[in-house]
């Protein structure tokens, strides 16, 4: 990076402890801190600035692409923000482009709030582990702690595909070779076949998008890898339905029964706003895949998956109401908050009014 606006901005965005960084014609630049939009006090960005900016981060095949489908995503490593994605679309024309900063170390699991029960999801031998939520929910941080650990711990070729890479692992007890689309691999499908071949033990599927791409990661987790993926789907319940209602037919019968042996685990998380505005904070719906879960999703009764995860609370199970109230009981987050994000809001209600 040599615009020296772009470098300068960017130093500015972490020096605010900015998550993000917008760039957008008619506007002054923007950090989101916690979660939330401030404007610099800057002058509002032209088009010229923008693209000035566009073309001192882009090589000429990666320009030639951006000119040709008009949306792009790289990373890039800076030297005060570390390693940053940037996603580049055009508005009227002409780019805008916002920078995501992927941090230079990865937060302990207490740091983060995940559950313990997600090292011991790590240390499956087999099988498929799905992180999902929105866009912004922190799927990704939380694969990266997940590589992380299993690094730390397990003497195992790791291999990942992503779109673009966020966090660069070093080796430790593993060997990881991480592959970038449009950089290292064409595209996630013809990579995951071809990943298969190299003798991995941990898959690590940046997103699981499309019929091709699920059907190879299920075919994997069958087949004695770890795989690890992350899909957009707003619940646990809804992350199911999109895999199976992507097939018909035969090929979804065929995929239940896939889904149903290698499922190990789903989390499904947020990040909400903190009590106190100065951070966000993790909610999360966690389900283990024991013999109850794994009998509702052969026989597709997803409709009573909420009853075993009340049910199995002592195996690590947990409903996002019951962690949305926990983060409220705990002065973590408002009772809005929780009340906003909860699944069943009279839920939060009753136990409130218990309090």
């Given at each position: 990076?040599?615009?020296?606006?772009?470098?300068s901005?960017?130093?500015?965005?972490?020096?605010?402890e900015?998550?993000d960084?917008?760039?957008?014609?008619?506007?002054?630049?923007?950090?989101?801190?916690?979660?939330?939009?401030?404007?610099?006090?800057?002058?509002?960005?032209?088009?010229?600035?923008?693209?000035?900016?566009?073309?001192?981060?882009?090589?000429?095949?990666?320009?030639?692409?951006?000119?040709?489908?008009?949306?792009?995503?790289?990373?890039?490593?800076?030297?005060?923000?570390?390693?940053?994605?940037?996603?580049?679309?055009?508005?009227?024309?002409?780019?805008?482009?916002?920078?995501?900063?992927?941090?230079?170390?990865?937060?302990?699991?207490d740091?983060?709030?995940?559950?313990?029960?997600?090292?011991?999801?790590?240390?499956?031998?087999?099988?498929?582990?799905?992180?999902?939520?929105?866009?912004?929910?922190?799927?990704?941080?939380?694969?990266?702690?997940?590589?992380?650990?299993?690094?730390?711990?397990?003497?195992?070729?790791?291999?990942?595909?992503?779109?673009?890479?966020?966090?660069?692992?070093?080796?430790?007890?593993?060997?990881?070779v991480?592959?970038?689309?449009?950089?290292?691999?064409?595209?996630?499908?013809?990579?995951?076949?071809?990943?298969?071949?190299?003798?991995?033990?941990?898959?690590?599927?940046?997103?699981?998008?499309?019929?091709?791409?699920?059907?190879?990661?299920?075919?994997?987790?069958?087949?004695?890898?770890?795989?690890?993926?992350?899909?957009?789907?707003p619940?646990?319940?809804?992350?199911?339905?999109?895999?199976?209602?992507?097939?018909?037919?035969?090929?979804?019968?065929?995929?239940?029964?896939?889904?149903?042996?290698?499922?190990?685990?789903?989390?499904?998380?947020?990040?909400?706003?903190?009590?106190d505005?100065?951070?966000?904070?993790?909610?999360?719906?966690?389900?283990?895949?024991?013999?109850p879960?794994?009998?509702?999703?052969r026989?597709?009764?997803?409709?009573?998956?909420?009853?075993?995860i009340?049910?199995?609370?002592?195996?690590?199970?947990?409903?996002?109401?019951?962690?949305?109230?926990?983060?409220?009981?705990?002065?973590?987050?408002?009772?809005?908050?929780?009340?906003?994000?909860?699944?069943?809001?009279?839920?939060?209600?009753?136990?409130?009014?218990?309090?």
């Amino acid at each position: 990076m040599n615009n020296h606006q772009l470098d300068s901005l960017l130093r500015t965005a972490v020096e605010h402890e900015a998550s993000d960084l917008h760039l957008v014609v008619g506007v002054p630049p923007a950090f989101r801190v916690n979660g939330e939009i401030i404007l610099a006090d800057e002058d509002v960005l032209t088009e010229e600035h923008l693209h000035a900016m566009t073309h001192s981060l882009l090589n000429e095949l990666q320009l030639a692409k951006f000119d040709r489908e008009w949306e792009l995503c790289i990373s890039q490593r800076h030297d005060v923000g570390g390693r940053v994605r940037v996603t580049l679309y055009k508005r009227n024309g002409h780019p805008e482009m916002s920078v995501r900063f992927c941090g230079h170390v990865i937060p302990d699991r207490d740091m983060l709030g995940l559950p313990p029960q997600i090292d011991d999801l790590t240390r499956r031998p087999n099988g498929l582990i799905l992180i999902v939520g929105p866009t912004g929910a922190g799927k990704t941080t939380t694969m990266n702690y997940m590589v992380n650990l299993i690094n730390e711990e397990r003497r195992c070729k790791i291999v990942t595909i992503e779109d673009p890479i966020e966090f660069v692992h070093e080796n430790r007890r593993a060997i990881i070779v991480q592959q970038e689309v449009l950089t290292d691999v064409r595209s996630f499908n013809r990579a995951l076949i071809h990943v298969l071949r190299q003798d991995p033990d941990v898959i690590v599927v940046g997103e699981m998008r499309d019929a091709e791409g699920i059907a190879t990661a299920l075919t994997a987790a069958e087949t004695g890898h770890l795989v690890l993926a992350t899909m957009h789907a707003p619940t646990v319940v809804q992350a199911i339905e999109r895999i199976v209602g992507i097939f018909e037919g035969s090929a979804q019968k065929q995929i239940i029964l896939q889904l149903a042996t290698s499922i190990q685990g789903i989390i499904a998380q947020e990040l909400l706003p903190a009590l106190d505005r100065t951070r966000r904070v993790l909610a999360y719906e966690l389900v283990l895949a024991n013999p109850p879960v794994r009998n509702l999703v052969r026989e597709n009764q997803l409709h009573q998956l909420e009853n075993i995860i009340q049910t199995s609370r002592k195996e690590g199970m947990v409903l996002m109401d019951n962690c949305l109230h926990d983060l409220y009981a705990r002065c973590l987050i408002s009772y809005e908050v929780a009340a906003s994000r909860a699944r069943n809001p009279e839920r939060i209600m009753a136990k409130r009014r218990t309090q």
